[in-house]
């Protein structure tokens, strides 16, 4: 509310200078500015510990109330085009909510100098338990519009209230007013509400019928909260909204291309917000090993690459145990805990921001008959981990494969890891949309499957920021027709990456056809083989997601509003893909 729909911080800043004077204490405007945008318990203590004002943190609010609640009683100062806004979107049938860190009886009287009915929903500082810059304000609002925070748009004059509009997932727009603030990938900065329109809101103008239910209203058009206290704005998307204009890149790092992967860090790192080494694996509940071949040595540099471009470190650990045996584990109270311990413990012996859980054996060891009785299991013990390593400021991501729905059939994919209790405990859920074609000759990640597996994370987690699209890039060539006698020596499916598969494509077939419908490379070719003895000709057909399958995988993610997307994997990467990336990469943490 202050500084976007209405301009109360001189208000507040004369109220904070009275009250200062009345306690013999010193006050200025470095101190004033300092609180624009905060919850007011937390600027009350800043006044009473920066201003020497001796009392109870509730009764310095009250005083700053008091104060302001007078002004504003005798002249609302309203901020150009904020009345004009709300009218507009009102008039559109959008319902609004305004949500502030000033308490209840001041946004009350700002409230009820507008038009009844202008908003729907109240949400305000004594509300909550956690204010700006925490998240907690935003989704509190559209959880009582009944949307997500991550289908909305937020406009704020604060840095403080910037940063929690971004953390809650909301395409945030930026209107400086007593403290100004730099352009940024994380919102877009504009200089007066004059700017924005019902067209550049992404609102679908359609008269308020009173008749309308909620949920109707939510369905059918854009929904508004104008969240305050640094007054924001939230909007529900439709689906004419534009994508989002930037996206956080994350990548996996396996073990196996390490030297090309500390070489891609090097030179894009910048980009990517987190990397994953796949590094580890669990062998028990107590042990996790270095993967593979991964020397100690090589995995530093990789690590240390990684911390050098500013990127977050989040280990990735595998199940590296025979089938049955982690679920067997993970059922088990006290194991359970125990593994929870020793992953915490690497985290915080190696100072890892955080870690990736890549246990993939549920669903691709175990026998599905087991998924009922795992998928508890899992969620308790992700819950456990969470829980651990929140305490301590670290990330948990989970790398799992996709579902196709919300239900638990032959047709909804791997549901053995839940999704929607994962979405509630879990940073980040990486869905791992590819490896559609391993078998037989065919695409690996097609595009509308890639599609549903999106949209069905996005319909069980409640917050789609959390929802992670793995792209592939890398494909195979198969094997698909023989004649003749081919000896022992002869190749069989292979794989390629996005870095050679075009140069194999140019010296093998003169070059590769994108499929539209796929969204991936494909060409055939014919290799001969011969050992001197035996010989045969193999047709070999190849499929890979090409540089602008992976352009077209982000811009899904864009479209789709989730919070990233995560390339598997660095080795298989090239520059031309991140020169494609560099425009919409977002690696803020």
Known sequence: MDGTIVDTEPYWINTEYALVAEFGGEWDDEK????????????????????????????IVNRLLDGVIEQVR?????????????????????????????????????????????????????????????????????????????????IEDSPTGVRSAVAAGCRTYAVPNVVDMPTSREYTRIDSL?????????????????????????????????????????????ETLPPLATIPISAWAPYWTIDDGVASVS??????????????????????????????AAAQQLVASIRTAGA????????????????????????????VQAIVDLVATNGYDGIDLDYEGFAFKDARSSWDTTRPSWVAFVTELAT??????????VSVPPIYDTGRTADSGYWVYDYAAMGQV??????????????????????????????????????????????????????????????ASAPGTTTVTLRNGGDLAIQRAGGATHDPITKEAV??????????????????EVHYIDEQGVTERVDLARAERIGGVSFWALGFDNDEIWKRVTAVASPQK
């Open 74 to 154: 005798r002249k609302v100062p309203w901020r150009p085009g904020a009345r004009e806004l709300l009218a507009s979107v009102r008039a559109a049938g959008v319902p609004n909510a305004l949500v502030t860190m000033s308490w209840t009886r001041f946004a009350m009287a700002v409230v009820d100098a507008l038009p009844p009915g202008t908003f729907d929903v109240v949400i305000s500082g004594d509300e909550v338990t956690n204010g700006k810059p925490h998240p907690e304000p935003y989704l509190a609002a559209a959880a009582k519009l009944g949307v997500k925070a991550n289908d909305c748009v937020a």
């Open 312 to 339: 977050e470190v989040l280990p990735s650990i595998s199940d590296g145990m025979k089938g049955g045996e982690m679920a067997a584990l993970l059922a088990d109270p006290a194991a359970r805990t125990q593994h």
């Open 426 to 487: 879990v940073d980040r859920i990486r869905v791992m949309a590819y490896d559609y074609s391993v078998t037989d000759a065919g695409p690996i990640a097609p595009y509308e499957w890639v599609k549903v597996a999106v949209k069905a994370a996005k319909r069980a987690v409640d917050d789609d920021s959390k929802v992670i699209l793995g792209i592939g890039l890398y494909g195979r060539n198969w094997v698909v027709s023989t004649g003749g006698k081919c000896p």
């Open 267 to 296: 030179a894009h790192g910048s980009l990517m917000r987190d990397v994953s080494p796949f590094l580890y694996e669990a062998k028990d509940a107590t042990t996790i090993a270095m993967s593979g071949n991964a020397g100690d």
């Open 523 to 540: 060409f055939v070719y014919e290799l001969a083989v011969n050992d001197g003895g035996q010989k045969c000709i193999q047709t070999r």
């Open 194 to 238: 004059l700017e924005l329109d019902l067209n550049r809101l992404g609102i679908v103008a359609s008269p308020r019928r009173p008749e309308r239910s909620w949920g109707k209203l939510a369905a059918y058009g854009a929904v508004l909260a104008a969240l305050a206290g640094g007054a924001t704005y939230l909007l529900r998307r439709n």
């Open 388 to 397: 651990a390593l929140h305490a301590t400021d670290k990330v948990l991501t």
């Open 32 to 59: 004033a500015h300092s609180l624009v945008g905060n919850d007011l318990r937390v600027s009350a203590t800043i006044i009473r510990d920066r201003g020497g004002v001796h009392l109870p943190i509730d009764d």
